[in-house]
């Protein structure tokens, strides 16, 4: 009994020891859980067409701490959602003529401009690419990839807007 005791508190010990040497690991490398963004704006006024991505950009925006306004007067900063397309190539041929690969690719155009300022930024271009390989046998399935494939390149478009928005700074005027 006494033997099993000793033995559980070595384990113990052990893992304590792993625990805390991953613990350093992790943080020595500059890991730190993703927090809200840091953006300049408190208010945004968006514009533009009712994207795919609109309603997630939205949430994600609030969750940052943006007001989204409904007049252009209560704006800090616009944001113009200009498009958004989902393309599909073949990538590659079975020796029969069959799909084997497909490339998918998510396009977004937006533009920003503050409210101060009645001139537009450069129209800027997020792109998303994944690829994925095809069987007509797991049609159902592939179908299915094929979605959650293009719903990540949508989330990815997101991230990648709000850390251009999360880098965009307020001009500042001298005087």
Known sequence: MQNSH??????????????TLLALIVSA????????ADLSFKTLYIQGAKLNLSKDLERQLKTNGVKIVSQAEDAELFLELMTESNQKRIMSLSGGGLVREFELLYILNFRIREASNPLWGPVQTIRGRRDFSYNDNALLGKAEEELRLNADMRNDAIRELLRRLTAYKPATTEK
């Open 6 to 19: 000793a033995g559980l508190v070595s384990r113990n010990k052990t893992y304590l020891v792993i625990a």
């Open 29 to 36: 490398c500059g890991f730190q859980l993703r927090g809200a």
